[in-house]
């Protein structure tokens, strides 16, 4: 097959695992409602400034739901050194590494129909079908750009005991535009754009998605070799 077919293959078997297990996708989705609900608390019932800080609530709570999420992401393949097994076959690393971000960005994009309800409906935000399709799509670049540096650190981390510590200690800190541009343009989407900023901000995002997409790709295979 070529690296496509390779990569849609590792897509297609990550999402049979996770549609037969489905714990992974419950215990965050889980957490990312805690989430939104101990920032709502820790607020008060200041109705302004939720909906003010709205946008940055949603977006922490992706962050800190995808270090779930990604954690858990390569651990089926270090079982029993499965990842050994799969690198023999006639597999390109890096169709192995876009069919895990496209799977893990898939993921992350799963958690969008139930957060963002939640927090519509506990920051007091009120958005018509054209802000929420905006909201959408900008949750989706954050989504990408989160995934692409989080599935090359976990793939890195995988074999660690410290996983869980490392993974967002390095992923962190290596996000920070992302988080920048997906905090300021869905605040804009949450409270009103009346300069049309979304856009530039919009465009940041896009972005540095695509420069982690290639720039990840590239390291990953190298990566991959050093963690088995």
């Not at 089926?76 to 895990?100: C, S, T």
């Not at 309800?117 to 054209?130: F, G, M, N």
């Not at 009103?192 to 998605?209: E, I």
Request: proline content about 5%.
């Amino acid at each position: 097959m070529n690296l496509i077919g390779q990569a849609l293959t590792v897509v297609r078997k990550d999402l049979l695992l996770e549609w037969r297990g489905k714990g992974r996708l419950i215990s965050v989705l889980m957490f990312g409602v805690v989430t939104l609900l101990l920032f709502s608390f820790a607020v008060g019932p200041d109705s302004t400034l939720l909906r003010a800080a709205a946008g940055g609530f949603l977006v922490l709570a992706l962050l800190l739901s995808s270090t779930l999420g990604l954690s858990e992401s390569f651990r089926v393949e270090q079982e029993q050194r499965a990842i050994e097994g799969l690198l023999l076959l006639p597999v390109d690393p890096i169709a192995l590494y876009y069919g895990k971000t496209l799977s893990n960005t898939l993921f992350l994009m799963l958690l969008a129909p139930v957060l963002t309800p939640v927090a519509l409906i506990l920051y007091s935000v009120q958005l018509d079908l054209k802000g929420l399709a905006v909201l959408l799509g900008l949750w989706t670049l954050a989504a990408a750009g989160l995934s692409a540096p989080g599935t090359l650190y976990a793939a890195m981390t995988s074999r660690l005991q410290s996983q869980d510590v490392l993974l967002p200690l390095l992923l962190f800190p290596l996000v920070i535009p992302v988080l920048m541009g997906a905090v300021k343009s869905i605040t804009l989407i949450l409270t009103g754009d009346p300069m049309s900023q979304v856009g530039s901000w919009a465009a940041l995002l896009a972005s540095f998605a695509i420069i982690y997409w290639s720039l990840c790709g590239l390291l990953f295979p190298h990566a991959i070799e050093e963690g088995i």
